[in-house]
Structures are given as C-alpha cells and as structure tokens.
C-alpha cells in the first residue's frame, strides 16, 4: 500500500528523450530512487514541456503519453507511460493554491519531461502522476514562491518532481565539446548556490549575465528547478545526485530535497 510518509521533492535533468530507452550514469541514478525512497502516493510533476499561460493542472483518470519530439528513432515514438491520474487530487491542489485561479484541465496528458524520467524510477507506470503547467508571464519568484506552497503535499505521501536542465542551449550543441566556459562556470554557480542554501542566488540566476543569457537562452527549462527548492522544509537535506554538462550545453545536474 502507498505510505502517507514524507517525499522527497526531485529535479530531473532530463536531457534528450532517448534517456528513456538508454541506461546510463544518468539513469542508474534514476534508477535507485525507487529503492531510496518509500513508494509515493502519487507524483506531482512540473515539467519544461508544459507551459502555458495562467496554471493548469492535468485532471483526467487516464493522461495519455505525449511523444513532443521530432528527429528520434520509431522505438522512442512507441514509448507508452500509461501511468494514471487523479482528478480528485488535482481538484484539492488546485483548492490548496486558491486564490490562485488553477484550470483543471483535460487536454494535457504527460509529456516527455515526465514519462522519460518517470520511466526509469517507476518503470510499471502504477503510481498516479500529475503535471502542474508553468505559467511562463511569471517570474521566477513567483515559480520559487509556488513550490514553498506546494512543499506541504509531501507530508502527504505525494513527491514532487521538477523536470528539465539547468543549462539548456540547443542552439550552442557540440557533439564534441566537453563543455562551453560559460555553460561549465553557470552551473558550478547554480551547484554552490544550491548546495550551500543560499536559494535566492538561483531565483536572481539572470544576475549572472552573460553566462546565465548563454546557459538559460529561454526560461522554460530551468524554471522546474525553482518549485523543487521552494520545497525544501526546515531539516532536509539538499544532495546532487547526478552532474554533468552534455553536448557542451546540456546540464545533467539532478538534485534531491530529502
């Protein structure tokens, strides 16, 4: 039976989709959540791939599989997370945010910043998952501020999930470099800001200029992050669990509140 004991809230670097079919260090990381942690009542999820104007949250019993990629082999394409829903739960997190207006929606589903991680910890799709959309006309204190209202659904045996990548320019990809300075000196700043506490560093990241334009060229992919450490609650824990930087301008740094 799901226990009701307290989740740990995570942010997946989820990188390229094909981390779906492929095991790597990134994976295995993934991996051990499952037998790190006790087994969630349901999964609440805000991904990079979701955003939207205003805060949707997904409400149906059976939320289909998005494939929201192009250029990858048939086999990524044929990758089903038929993982449930709650739409009673997201009737009472959307209660637990008023005033704040969120739309039940219908529509959504999982996209691939949630079933390719998802797929790796919780391979039988048997837990329910939700996604919450971001509201992309907010700032990022706004996104920082809506996780510390959320971090209370983790007393009720719900984690809480981020997805996407702290440095993300698929427009600077190089297939042969270990790392731009610029994307390698972000996220070591976003690592010690983390690591160290000092949080409000990562909501201010734009002050980094240049490096943090180059490494966060659209805000869509770093946001997730900003509702995982608006989690954290007095006496956790704060642990990278997995780092790294991909095709010179991908971050894999995934980190764990516990």
Known sequence: ??????????????????????????TRVWQSFAT??????AILVVSAHWTTRG????????PKTIHDFGGFP????DVQYPAPG???LAAEIAAMLQPLPVHLDQ???LDHGTWSVLIKTYPAADIPVLQLSLDMTQAPAYHFALGQKLAKLREQ???????GNVVHNLRRMDFQSAGFDWALRFNAHMRAAIVSGD????????????DAMLSVPTAEHFLPLLYVLGAKQEGDTVEIAADGIELGSISMMTVVIA
Request: overall charge negative; glycine content about 8%.
């Open 1 to 26: 039976m799901p226990n009701s004991q307290k989740m740990p809230a995570v942010f997946y670097a989820h990188g390229s989709p094909m981390n779906a079919l492929e095991e790597n260090a990134y």
């Open 74 to 77: 048939q086999a990524l394409f």
């Open 55 to 62: 805060t949707g949250i997904t409400a149906m019993a059976h």
């Open 86 to 88: 709650d739409p009673a």
């Open 36 to 41: 790190r942690f006790a087994r969630p009542k």
């Open 157 to 163: 045996g719900i984690m809480l999930v981020g997805s």
């Open 107 to 109: 529509d959504w589903g």
């Open 199 to 210: 949080f409000a560093q990562v909501v201010d990241y734009q002050a980094l200029g240049q």
